[in-house]
């Protein structure tokens, strides 16, 4: 076993008590949570991109992290290696079970396609290894369309078919490594797909491109026989003004388009939800009406900032409003929380990796106890449904039944006294959630 984080012990439960910086106070592995263990409700996991590959560069500044493992090795295959020893070392010490990747953070871009795919498949080989000798599995993989410049104008939006192919020829290769290291799914977030200016983009040539892409790679899924879930992950913007994948709402309409409803689910990114003006809720109870949702981006943005900060999602009412969902949902299937979050420019130690992570799996331990304790009471979703409760009377259950025309309805609100409302009362709803915090 490797010894990069030679200051980390195996973290462990020691309840909310410990003045212990290295152990969980709500993370209880095997504790059961509404008859299964926390662990399978919350399947962590760690992306390797912000873990090991985020240098907390900023548009101001260089490159800040400490990472001792990277020492004097170039962009080597033997540095790929060690990043991999020193993650799944972290990850073994935090009890992390899941870990997501693209293609381009685990192993280096070839000069040719043929030599990038050599990369790739030693860099998986080693990982395999890895896999074997810790238990912990892809939650996904992916691929990188958008950090190199060939992507400059989208990938499979792009103005040029052979960029199209390229990004294809990078999927078909990325799936197979996924589904070599057993993943559980694989992600496709709309990178450079979407446009600054309507001036010079071909709208609907674009997103029908996007659409034969989608059908491509789940074509290529069924023709290798990876049984993961294929997942979009809807963003607004970031990097262009306006992302195809906007939100989950468009996402949805988008794969109904192209006939993609059925093969496709969503990756949910809290961040993300922000950007577009919703609530991270909002997005999972959207996905979750078209039984599409399938897995989550935990990490939360910042109400000072605009961007996709991608901070550890280290607030546990966030969490237990994302976990109520999850429940309601009925849990996650292939999906999981993965921490698409990095550590502030000034946590720069490796050691910080550590205490974002367990802050961050804390917060949602606590937000899963809360929203199971929430469920347990019911008396929010009494009050939910009480509000609509009249819904069940004659008038009501015409209306839903699809039995009173518009001309029925007018006859009957000619005859009836103005409707008698009652307060929706959010402060009652609200202080009513907080106390299970
Ligand atoms: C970027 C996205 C990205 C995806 C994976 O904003 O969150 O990290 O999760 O490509
Ligand atoms: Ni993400
Ligand atoms: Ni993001």
New binding site residues.
Partial sequence: MSDHFPDLPEVRFEGPDSDNPFCFRFYEPDRLVEGVPMRDHLRFASCF?HTMRNGLGDPFGDPVATMPWEGGRGDSLDLARVRLDAFFELLRKLSIGFWCF?DRDIAPEGDSVAASERNLDAVVSHAEELQRSTGIRPLWG?ANLFSHPRYVHGAATADSPEVFARAAAQVATAMEATKRLGGGGY?F?GGREGYSTLLNTDLGLERRHLGRFLELAAGHADAIGFEGSLFI?P?PK?PTIHQYDSDAAACLDFLREFGLLERFDLNI?VN?ATLAGHSAEHELRTAALAESLGSI?ANMGDDHAGW?TDRFPTDPALAARVMLEVLDAGGFRAGGLNF?AKRRRGSFEPIDLAHAHIAGMDAFARGLLAASAIRADGRLAEMRRDRYAAWDEPLGRRIDAGEATLEDLRDHARDADEPRLASSGQERFESLFWRFL
């Fill in positions: 991109w693209h992916t992600v977030w992950e963003k970031e990114e993300h981006d996709d698409d």
